[in-house]
């Protein structure tokens, strides 16, 4: 996933935290300003966790194989804005 996740506390996502569901396979993405920062926090202090699910930041990069070839992946999350680049 490329970011805006919707992290919103809602039910479908309590569902995911209390492992009622669960996502298959690993899921890495980057949060954006669409999400609700309380729930980025609890996630970032670990307060929530979801099985499979990577959050990407400019605080850490995940490895993932792909047969014998190791990708890095790092995220620029939170409020980022594209013409604030320039400026």
């Not at 307060?47 to 499979?52: A, L, S, V």
Request: hydrophobic residues 35%.
């Amino acid at each position: 996933h490329t970011g805006n996740f919707g992290f919103r506390e809602t039910e479908a996502l309590m569902m995911y935290v209390r492992g009622e569901r669960s996502l298959e396979v690993p899921v890495y993405t980057i949060w954006g300003d669409h999400e609700d920062p309380t729930v980025i926090e609890k996630f970032l202090q670990e307060k929530y966790r979801i099985h499979n699910l990577h959050l990407l930041d400019h605080r850490c990069s995940h490895v993932v194989q792909l047969d014998h070839v190791l990708i890095r992946l790092f995220g620029i999350g939170g409020s980022f804005n594209y013409c604030r680049l320039v400026d």
